[in-house]
């Protein structure tokens, strides 16, 4: 965002951007202080304890929740085929970057 940018936003637009500056800063804060904290732990554990990992695998669907995303999925790729987006190939076009088809 360009300094002119900046300026034309009203003063709600940029309380927005503020917060959400705000709220990014705190999440990494809270993502170094929670590595430091685990690293910590880990140095200090007792012989014969197990390390403390970082982050938590996170438990397996639900049959509901898997037939919404096997639902999702399958509209997103029936819109595909009928209107294909190549938004992604422009934006790494426009920025001179090559991009890489699967």
């Given at each position: ?19 959400a500056w705000e709220?990014k800063t705190v ?57 294909p987006t190549n ?16």
């Amino acid at each position: 965002m360009s300094k002119k940018e900046y300026g034309e936003l009203t003063p709600t637009e940029r309380a927005f951007v503020y917060k959400a500056w705000e709220e990014k800063t705190v999440r990494d804060t809270t993502y170094i202080r929670d590595a430091v904290m685990n690293a910590e732990y880990n140095v200090n554990r007792k012989k014969g304890k197990k390390f403390r990992k970082l982050w938590n695998p996170v438990g397996s669907l639900t049959q509901t929740e898997k037939r919404t995303y096997e639902d999702t999925k399958k509209k997103i790729l029936e819109i595909k085929k009928e209107k294909p987006t190549n938004w992604v190939e422009k934006i790494y076009q426009v920025n001179g970057w090559k991009f890489k088809k699967k």
